[in-house]
C-alpha cells in the first residue's frame, strides 16, 4: 500500500468522522425534559409534603421510560425481613400500576442493601412472587446505611411502559 493510498483513507475516515459528528450536533437535545415529564406524587399526605421538603417524587414518567425513587424497606418491631420486602413490593407495584405499568414492565432493579449477604434470601423469596421471566437486570449493592437509619435495603426501579399506557 503507498503512502498515497494511505494518505486517501486517513482523509476519507476523517471526513466520515467530522460528518457523523455535525449529524449529532444537528440533532437538539430535548431540554427540560423532566418539565414535560409526567411526575408522580404520592397519594399519603404525609409522605407527599416529606417529598416536597426533599424534592422527590414517587416517580417521573419520560416518553416510555419510568423512573422509580428509591423506596427503603424498613422492618418493623417483630416483622421478619421477608414481610417487610412484601410491604416494599406492593407499595412499587401500587406506583407502577399509578403510572400505568406492571412488574412484567421493569427492566432494571438496583438494590442497596445494608447486609446484602443475610438480605439476599428474603427478598430473593418475594422477587420470585413478582417477577418472572424474562428476567431484568438487577444490581445488589453493599452499603454502609441508607437513609432513614432503620431501612435495610433501598429499592430502585425502572419500567417502560406499553406505548397505550397512560398514568392514572
Avoid at 468522522?17 to 450536533?25: P, T, Y
Avoid at 430535548?30 to 409534603?49: C, F, G, H, T
Avoid at 439476599?120 to 454502609?144: C, N, S
Avoid at 446505611?145 to 429499592?155: D, Y
Wanted: glycine share 4%.
Amino acid at each position: 500500500m503507498t503512502d498515497a493510498h494511505h494518505l486517501w483513507i486517513s482523509e476519507k475516515l476523517f471526513a466520515t468522522l467530522f460528518l457523523l459528528s455535525l449529524a449529532a450536533l444537528a440533532a437538539p437535545a430535548k431540554a427540560q425534559s423532566r418539565m414535560e415529564a409526567a411526575v408522580l406524587m404520592s397519594e399519603d399526605e404525609d409522605e407527599r409534603r416529606f417529598q416536597e421538603e426533599w424534592g422527590y417524587s414517587d416517580a417521573i414518567i419520560s416518553d416510555d421510560a419510568i423512573y422509580l425513587s428509591g423506596v427503603v424497606v424498613g422492618q418493623r418491631e417483630g416483622e421478619s425481613a421477608e414481610a417487610a420486602y412484601e410491604r416494599a413490593y406492593k407499595h412499587i407495584g401500587a406506583i407502577l400500576a399509578r403510572a400505568g405499568a406492571s412488574w412484567d414492565d421493569v427492566v432494571d432493579i438496583t438494590t442497596f442493601h445494608t447486609d446484602v449477604t443475610a438480605q439476599m434470601p428474603a427478598i430473593v423469596a418475594v422477587h420470585r412472587r413478582y417477577v418472572k421471566a424474562p428476567f431484568p437486570a438487577w444490581t445488589a449493592i453493599d452499603v454502609d446505611r441508607l437513609i432513614p437509619e432503620q431501612g435495610i435495603t433501598e429499592i430502585k426501579i425502572v419500567a417502560r411502559r406499553a406505548a397505550k399506557a397512560t398514568p392514572q
